[in-house]
């Protein structure tokens, strides 16, 4: 009896050893390879960290899915449209016309944002109206937008599962196979996080490897001049390579409103005609301008603020001399601070190979 | 006998762990200020702002639509005229309620003050150009050609002027500055400490700090929003106005 006992406690024992081995069958994770963005030098000195959500860190293998779906026409409902269609390299990620055409031949009232330096939107507001919070949020709207891709996530992602390389794209990112929305949005994010533009003119003027022309540095000027552009409150400055402060302003382009912005967001009506400050990073490649895309060129938008604010109740308070229609600069005023705004725009963000269609 | 050793040790424990000594020391405390704001006796946040309800003392209808300030430099004074000063700034955001409440890294020790101050703005020394990259990160800044450095306060608006119209102001209080360019010279400090009183210190403590931010337009200059509403940023006349009329602005609520 007492030896029935002794082999009953050593063969649990042994059981136990057994259950706790760590070569017990698991079955094999992919582990992605953690990429973590590179931050420049300039961005690195003088403003705050990146916002990466702490579920979605960025991967190689997560970035390389989230740029291979990017450029995809499977994300619409006929397989015709990418998020690339109205967001093209050569153009830092937006479109070069004022309004894009979705799937259907419909067109929004609003111009694409480009996108670029993201990362640091820290409010977190995507969208010219702010209505999305997170990047990732912001990814899952275009695909069942009715003038945009026209689709369902349902339907998105039945295709890519049945897709003969998008469930082993999914797996060595994310662990499964099995395709999700949010999975999709997560990989589109880290690819979206990695579009940094750091290497204009300026930003090498600022450290020490190019020297501006006596109009870009009068142009830079008349920005910072409080009395003349006075464009640094609302949209950067040397110290904030951002060239935007991602805040809701009332920048005087109408009177009345057929577009509420902000203010459809907030439901608060003081926020009417209220859109967010685009960064004037690349702005040679981005025209048209503003949110509803209306300025085709840069003298437009500069004659803007110069001569043609629009009074309204909303208008932001950092307006200069409204009742006379704008800052009014000289035409030689005009022209130096134009020079000065191209200097911000970056060759090598949009010929980067890593940004282009796979 | 033995089984009388561990009460004994047991007794020893707690007489020394109730020894005078041990009350003598008490642990530095947390000092936090936060900040409250009003119209004259009226508690204003940013649901009251946007709106042209407020009247300043020149008689102007006036609303605020964006307040931002920032304070430095926490110091407690001790009776002797000795001070402790607990590093760091901060910049409330009235428009977006953040950094309402602040707590200094560095505690401070019990006892009695006879002060307990603050600056509002940032001393020349520590108010150097893209010096902080949060500072940097929330477009606080001012211009090289001014001095550089950072803002003290932004506070933006709308006033009903004389031709009966809804204008914009720009209240921003930076360091004073003439001969805007490369070589900006500076006539007159304009930051300033803000002396809220003696304070005794036990533990933790809150002290509950109110911006009247009426003041700002009313004693000793009664500002008259026609003449000095936007670009005061260059005019260190204008500015020394505003620094003379932040005298007044802050007060001591409570302590708690």
Not at chain 1, 188 to 198: D, G, H, N, P
Not at chain 1, 269 to 294: C, E, Q, V
Not at chain 2, 1 to 30: E, H, Q, T, W
Request: net charge negative.
């Amino acid at each position: 009896m007492t030896h029935k006992i002794s082999y009953f406690f050593i063969f649990m024992f042994a059981l136990c050893v057994a259950s706790c081995n760590e070569d017990s069958v698991e079955p094999y994770v992919n582990v992605p390879t953690p990429s973590p963005l590179q931050i420049p030098q300039l961005f690195q000195d003088l403003i705050l960290d990146p916002v990466i959500p702490s579920n979605n860190p960025q991967t190689e293998e997560g970035i390389s899915l989230g740029k291979k779906l990017f450029f995809d026409p499977i994300l619409s409902a006929d397989n015709t449209l990418a998020c690339a269609g109205c967001h093209s390299t050569s153009n830092a990620f937006t479109d070069d016309t004022r309004f894009s055409d979705g799937i259907d031949g419909l067109f929004g009232n609003r111009n694409s944002m480009p996108l670029f330096n993201l990362a640091w939107n820290y409010d977190n507001k995507f969208f010219w109206d702010g209505r999305e919070s997170g990047l990732e949020n912001q990814a899952f709207e275009p695909v069942t937008n009715p003038i945009e891709m026209h689709t369902t996530w349902a339907a998105v992602t039945e295709k890519l599962q049945q897709h003969s390389e998008y469930p082993e794209l999914f797996n060595a990112a994310f662990g499964t196979a099995i395709v999700d929305s949010v999975l999709v949005s997560k990989a589109i994010s880290q690819f979206e996080r990695t579009l940094i533009s750091a290497n204009s003119k300026f930003d090498k003027h600022l450290l020490g490897t190019a020297t501006l022309t006596p109009e870009e540095t009068n142009g830079f000027n008349i920005f910072m001049d409080e009395t003349k552009g006075d464009c640094f409150h609302c949209h950067g400055s040397d110290n904030n390579p951002l060239w935007t402060d991602n805040k809701f302003h009332n920048n005087g382009l109408d009177a009345t409103f057929s577009d509420l912005g902000f203010g459809t967001v907030t439901g608060d009506p003081s926020d009417n005609g209220k859109f967010r400050s685009p960064s004037l990073r690349n702005l040679a490649f981005t025209a048209p301008y503003m949110h509803d895309g209306r300025f085709e060129t840069l003298e437009d938008v500069i004659n803007h603020y110069s001569e043609g604010l629009q009074d309204s109740p909303t208008i932001d308070p950092l307006m200069k001399k409204v009742d006379q229609g704008g800052v009014q600069l000289s035409l030689q005023e005009k022209a130096d601070l134009k020079a000065f705004l191209l200097s911000l725009s970056d060759l090598d963000f949009i010929n980067n190979p890593n940004f282009s269609n796979p | 006998m033995k089984r009388l050793y561990p009460l004994l040790a047991f007794s020893l424990v707690i007489i020394f762990g109730c020894s005078s000594d041990a009350d003598d020391v008490v642990a530095p405390a947390n000092a936090t200020l936060t900040f409250s704001h009003y119209w004259g006796q009226t508690p204003i946040t940013n649901s009251d702002f946007n709106t042209l309800n407020l009247t300043n003392a020149h008689g102007e209808f006036m609303s605020i639509e964006r307040l931002r300030y920032i304070i430095s430099d926490v110091t407690f004074t001790k009776t002797g005229g000795q001070t402790v000063l607990l590093e760091g700034y901060n910049l409330v955001d009235v428009t977006n309620q953040t950094n309402l409440s602040f707590t200094p890294n560095e505690k401070i020790a019990a006892g009695t003050y006879s002060n307990v101050s603050f600056v509002f703005g940032l001393i020349n020394e520590k108010n150097t150009d893209g010096a902080f990259n949060d500072l940097n990160a929330a477009s606080w800044n001012v211009p090289a050609m001014l001095g550089g450095g950072y803002h003290f306060m932004q506070l933006d608006g709308k006033f009903i002027s004389a031709n009966n119209a809804a204008q914009g102001y720009n209240y921003h209080t930076v360091r004073a500055n003439d001969n805007a360019g490369p070589n900006p010279t500076f006539p007159q400090d304009t930051f300033f400490r803000v002396d809220l009183g003696a304070i005794t210190v036990a533990a933790d403590v809150e002290i509950n700090v109110a911006m009247h931010v009426e003041e700002w337009f009313k004693t000793p200059y009664a500002w008259d929003l026609n003449v000095y509403n936007q670009m005061l940023m260059p005019n260190s006349a204008v500015q020394i106005l505003m620094y003379e009329n932040g005298q007044n602005v802050f007060t001591l609520e409570d302590t708690n």
